[in-house]
């Protein structure tokens, strides 16, 4: 007679192993069907809907005063009449130019230090200390250095932009580096790769994915510090609009103007997500 122990592992064998081949399957990169992702964009509305009609609600039984919440309607109608005028559009472009600016430079300088500290130990000892230490001081902490060096023009504005951007690039670039799998390496040794080769084969293709979380994360920043810089310094941008409808009291400005900075932040990083899909085929194209 089988002892319960050996009949219970005959029983729970084909379970453990049905479940062990399951999870492959799941971790294989099997795609979601696509009514499980429309259920998952589904339970992103609720959440906004409800503000939407608090915000609605307030407004309309007059629970605080119409100076200090406005009424969506007449955000809209705020909306609709600066872009009638072509005031938004002038705005926008000109903080799209500015954080295009900010976001190459710190996206060109993060790359190139992530990559020379990633690649080599002695720069590694030599520049990260003294990375670190730059990296802790926030971008607007630099504002009254540059102000007296540079002034209030338009390079006070791309540097600050360029210092959010290239701190989050620098060190995605450089942790990713850092965490290619040794046994990638000793895979393409044996295989006698050239230097070219493991470096466009192996070491940047398996940190990818944290390089361009870093530039993701970069444009992010980058955004943010715009409307930081155009708060405190500047006469024309998006940031300037909302100080202008602060300074003149009229918070339907400033909310339009609010909602138009979110939404565009949220359109550059979704550009980004999808750019990153298709370089993604790339690096499944070299392994």
């Known amino acids: 007679m089988p002892s319960s122990s ?31 992702r429309s259920s998952d964009v589904y339970l992103a509305w609720p959440f906004p809907l409800a503000l939407l009609l608090c915000w609605f609600l307030i407004s309309h039984f007059e629970w605080l005063p119409m100076q200090i919440l406005p009424s969506p309607l007449l955000v809209v109608d705020t909306f609709f009449d600066i872009l009638g005028t072509g005031e938004l559009q002038t705005h926008t472009w000109i903080s799209f130019k500015r954080v295009l600016a ?66 989050p690039i620098t060190l995605n670039t450089f942790n990713g580096l850092r965490s290619v799998p040794t046994r990638y390496i000793e895979v393409a040794r044996a ?16 940190a990818f994915p944290p390089i361009w979380n870093g530039v993701r994360y970069g444009l992010t920043h980058a955004w943010l510090a715009l409307v ?34 979110g939404f565009i932040g949220l359109l550059l990083d979704k550009v980004l997500g999808l750019v990153e899909s298709h370089i993604l085929r790339w690096r499944k194209a070299a392994f």
Do not use: H
């Open 6 to 36: 050996g009949s219970s592992g005959q029983t729970l064998g084909p379970l453990i192993n049905g479940k062990r081949s399951l999870l492959r399957e799941l971790c294989s990169g099997v795609k979601v069907p696509s009514w499980a």
């Open 102 to 167: 900010g976001f190459a430079l710190g996206c060109g300088l993060g790359l190139m230090l992530g990559v020379v500290m990633g690649l080599s130990e002695t720069a590694r000892d030599y520049l990260y200390p003294t990375f670190k230490i730059f990296a802790q001081v926030p971008s607007l902490g630099w504002l009254p250095l540059l102000m007296m060096l540079v002034g209030l023009e338009e390079a006070l504005k791309i540097i600050l932009i360029s210092k959010s951007a290239f701190v």
């Open 191 to 206: 295989f006698e790769f050239s230097r070219y080769q493991l470096l466009t084969k192996v070491v940047f293709p398996s």
């Open 228 to 261: 930081g810089v155009e708060l405190l310094a500047s006469t024309e941008g998006l940031g300037y609009l909302i100080v202008w409808g602060r300074q003149l009291f009229q918070l339907d400005l400033v909310l339009a103007a609010v909602f138009v900075i």
